[in-house]
């Protein structure tokens, strides 16, 4: 299946340049008013984008999308015949962002009936179930669950949200560590948290203020890092203090809609933090996360929690194979709609 995006003017022109190029069986998939590309784009100027797919030899295609923001091509492998409704299907997913490879698994996972409906159940319970290798929503927690990032995505209030969502249901004894002298207010903000939720809270500035902090806490430790690169000489004897002690993860934050080019730009300045997991923040302020996860799934990095809104704790959730599916697929009727 050969997926090509096309953009022209009109909506007549779009279709009549498909029909060109992929020939007169094409099948439009969507139509969609969009900011023209390049200075035209950046002057108001708007033209129709047409997704359209055709059935080609089987081959490995590469399908340049001009409008993605790190102009990552589309990828379909076809190793097997597809019937018309698996074609169809598979096109759709990737419209709606899936990778090819990722997109035929899937469809491969459901029954010719359950392509020819393609309901949006079925698509999400064959979605999961093939995530369902990399979950990362379990349950127990390292005796220090480190959280890094970028600034501004969430990482105090990720910690804060999980914090009180033990306290509260599980009623597991923790404390609260916050490594984060940078960012005027970071200390006060999870000091207050701490306070309401009545848990240990200390501070540390330095690599000895950690260890100590760490040493002290008698369960398990969060532990607020600031929004800089490990490399950054001035945090980097902090973040040797998790290289040097035992049950340690980390958690890579991340906002929903991280670009596929800036999901590897971070993943590479974290690395030497080695993060095992990744939260995904600020899902309702995303068209899409499908970018950030391709880039995960890719990696191998799963995903621990998912993060809507500022509500603590309502808006944040484990990220189940349900859950992240349905979040994947942009499903508000489903599991992920309790976010809100």
Known sequence: MHVKRLFR?????????????????????????VPAPGWRGWMGQRVVRLTAAAERPETDEIIPDLMSEDRSPVTVRRHSPLSGAQAGLVARLQAAGLSGPLAETVVSRMTPSECRVASDGAVRRALAAEIETTRGDDEAFARVEVFVGPPGVGKTTTIAKIAAQERAGNGRPLGLVSADAFRAGAIEQLRC??????????????????NDALDAT????????AGRSPADASIADLFD?????????????????????GARRILDR?????????????????????????????KGLPVS????????????????????????????????????
């Open 241 to 261: 203090v998790f290289e040097h002690r035992r049950d340690v993860r980390t958690h890579l934050v991340m906002a929903a809609d991280t670009t596929a080019s």
């Open 305 to 340: 929690y998912l993060a809507t809104g500022q509500r603590v704790p309502e808006d944040l959730k484990r990220a189940t194979p349900a859950l992240l599916a349905s979040a994947l697929l942009n499903d508000s009727t489903a599991e992920v709609a309790a976010c809100h």
């Open 193 to 210: 948290y701490a306070s309401v939720m009545r848990v240990p809270f200390r501070v540390a500035r330095s690599a000895s203020e950690l």
């Open 218 to 225: 008698r369960s398990t430790a969060f532990v607020d890092t």
């Open 9 to 33: 003017p009109t909506v007549r022109e779009a279709l009549a340049a498909a029909r060109q190029e992929l020939g007169p069986g094409a099948l439009v998939l969507s139509t969609e008013l």
């Open 270 to 298: 974290y690395a030497a933090v080695k993060p095992s997991r990744v939260v995904i923040t600020k899902l309702d302020e995303a068209e899409s996360v499908m970018p950030l996860f391709n880039v995960l799934r890719e």
